[in-house]
């Protein structure tokens, strides 16, 4: 999904409405799924129920799981790319916008901000410009790999939020970061502390 075209139809905000409703409506179906799956659990705990029937059930939930994360998908993509990029026009030029794609972690490793962690999620990627300012950016999720002493992997993340990057008109001499004091995740180089700076 992430390297999928912008190749989107125009929808109508009826549309984008209807596919929400829709969203909803199978949600709750998948609430009412697994309520009843967890008292079937408890009725062969009784000896009240084959397991046959449990199986049943509980391949109908995953089915509906998958059709209803198709269509939230859906949904996302419809109110994105007419909602969210209606808006950013509005307020920007040059805008392109594509929300299943971000900032690669190459580009964001080459600024030498931040440690970029053993894997790196994106998405929201807006490359626009901003009166004579051009920028780009996304949501960027930053996470490292620890395993425990049973070999089991997991991920956690190290830095989650927006990445802006900006070029100005002008010039720098040197490179100088500003960096919350309890950000751990930074590349301590020529950096500055925000706890010393007066509001």
Known sequence: MAGKKNDFKKASIE????QR?????????????????????????????????????AFVMIIVYIINCIDRYKFEELYKNNIVEACLKKKFTDVSYKPFSGLPKSKIASIGMVNTGDRVCA??????????VNFECS???????????????????????QWYIFEFNKQFKSKV???????????????IYTD????
């Open 196 to 199: 010393g700076l007066k509001k």
């Open 15 to 18: 549309q984008i409405e209807k």
């Open 139 to 161: 949501d960027i999720d930053v996470q490292k790999r620890y395993t425990d002493s049973d070999g089991k992997a997991s991920y956690t993340s190290i830095f989650k939020g």
């Open 123 to 132: 998405n929201d990627y807006v490359k626009a410009k901003y009166k004579d």
């Open 177 to 191: 970061g500003v960096y919350e004091k309890c950000f751990e995740s930074c590349i301590r180089e020529n950096f």
């Open 21 to 57: 409703q829709l969203v909803v409506w199978k949600l709750f179906v998948m609430i009412m799924l697994l309520i009843l799956f967890i008292l079937l659990v408890y009725k062969i705990s009784e000896g009240t129920l084959s397991d046959a029937e449990a199986t049943i059930i």
